[in-house]
């Protein structure tokens, strides 16, 4: 049932709402409730209405489902945003989104103080943990505000921003929901998909400014379920969790499915993961041995979704359908999927081309009418930009991103082929394979591998793995060359910004 965190304190005033892991602190639904309240009359006595925007500049912070409650229930939207974010870019954000008020922390000021001149829609300024010239504080001004509902309540919503892979991210804006606050939002996918009850508990290991980790989480919240946060993804830490919390839910992304995975076997079955019911991963493809080796350690409670913050369509399958076609991303749920080529045309079965959904959400890219119809069909059709092909049972297989192409020697390669080889071999931790000049071919294939351990770095390496490679995989789509980084620049929710080892090999070669 979907519900809201006060009806959850109205019944069970002291059920855990959430917990976070690192510390332990527990917040029940009656303190969320009440601090939420204080945070939207707060709202009002600073003059903010419905539809009006604030932003969190936050990490997972234990305020911070209390502000986007506050905000849910005053109709404001809400976007928070990524902590490793530089100035620049949070500036881009904050200006670009029209905010009204902007909140963040004490371990945020050094980015943020600078800013405070160049964001000149933003009126109110607020920092938790501490003070600041030019902030005011956050838990004081709670303080002051009554704990009971503001009178004129209705739902908001969040407002987020894609993370940027291409150059500046994209704001995905949708209309506030009509009806009064804690009215029907819709099918209730936690219990509907993936068995959730009243006595779930969900691990949430990702940075909560993300889409998935912030609808999940909201979600279960709405819920009346218990949430348990991880301030940081640490391999051994979440395997900690899921026995000490006795998590039945949880989310993840492939790259944490590694790390997991490579621990040392000792350790990866110390600790008790028999409680889990389900294990949710999306956000980028997942190598098929991986994924084996999760659903043989965990069992057959491994769900898969492929869907955007832009909200336009969702494909999920779970385990048992996944073993019968491995490698699927699953099947539409409430939309379609179209496949197209350059021309828009849809293309046999068993054939590549951009994925269209059709019949799901409609989304714009705030204040960028371009952006808006580059991801556009001719027929109505948005695109997040993927690229796949269906199977004769209407399963989805994503190829990669369209803009991750390598075209060597006219032939179109997809890199995440060769990275999901890569990834499985014993002495690499992550990989990232894209294309570099060259003066015959147009490009060639290059990777750039971060090795369990630097030591093991050099020319040996290098072409044992582009051996590894070949055997599995035509040549003409594995690396010609092998580059080794200590860490590789991935975006804590699993993304990879590919795009910045990509630029520093085509400057270097003056392109």
Known sequence: MNVHPGEVAASTPDKPAYTMASTGEVVTFAELESASNQGAHLFRSVGLKRGDHVVLFLENHPRFFQICWAAQRAGLYYTPIS??????????????????????????????????????????????????????????????????????????????YSSGITGYPKGVKKPLPEG???????????????????????????????????????????????????????????????????????????????????????????????????????????????????????????????????????????????????????????????????????????????????????????????????SRHSRGWSTLGDVGYLDEEGYLYLTDRKHFMIISGGVNIYPQEAENILITHEAVMDVAVFGVPNDQFGEEVKAVVQPIEMSLAGAELAIELMDFCRERLSHIKCPRSVDFREELPRHPTGKLYKRLLKEEYWLAAGG
Request: aromatic share 10%.
């Open 180 to 374: 009064e606050y804690g009215g029907d939002t819709g099918p209730n996918l936690m219990a509907a998909l993936y068995g959730a009850t009243q006595d779930s508990i969900y691990l949430s290991p990702a940075p909560l400014y993300h889409s998935a980790p912030l609808m999940f989480t909201m979600g279960f919240l709405r819920s009346g379920m218990h949430v348990v946060v991880m301030e940081n993804f640490e391999a051994e830490d979440a395997l900690r969790c899921i026995e000490t919390y006795q998590i039945t839910h949880s989310q993840w992304v492939p790259t944490m499915f590694i790390r997991m995975l490579k621990l040392p076997e000792e350790v990866r079955l110390r600790y008790d993961v028999s409680r889990l019911q389900c294990a949710i991963h999306a956000a980028a493809p997942c190598p098929i041995p991986v994924k084996e080796q999760m659903i043989e350690w965990w069992g057959p409670v491994i769900h898969e979704y492929y869907a955007g913050t832009e909200g336009n369509g969702f494909v999920q399958l779970n385990s048992e359908e996944w073993l019968a076609h491995k490698g699927s991303v699953g099947k539409p749920l409430g939309c379609e999927v179209h496949i197209c080529d350059n021309e828009g045309n849809e293309v046999d079965v068993g054939e590549s081309g951009t994925v269209f959904f059709g019949g799901g959400d409609v989304f714009e890219y705030h204040d960028d009418p371009e952006k808006t119809a580059g």
């Open 83 to 160: 902590y490793r974010l530089q100035g620049d870019e949070v500036e881009y954000i904050v200006n670009n989104c029209g905010a009204k008020m902007f909140i963040t922390s004490a371990g945020r000021l050094a980015v943020v103080e600078p800013l405070l001149a160049s964001m000149p829609n933003v009126d109110e300024h607020f920092v938790l943990d501490g003070e600041a010239p030019g902030f005011q504080s956050w838990e004081a001004a709670l303080r002051e505000q009554p704990t009971t509902p503001i009178v004129d309540q209705s739902e908001g919503r969040s407002m987020l």
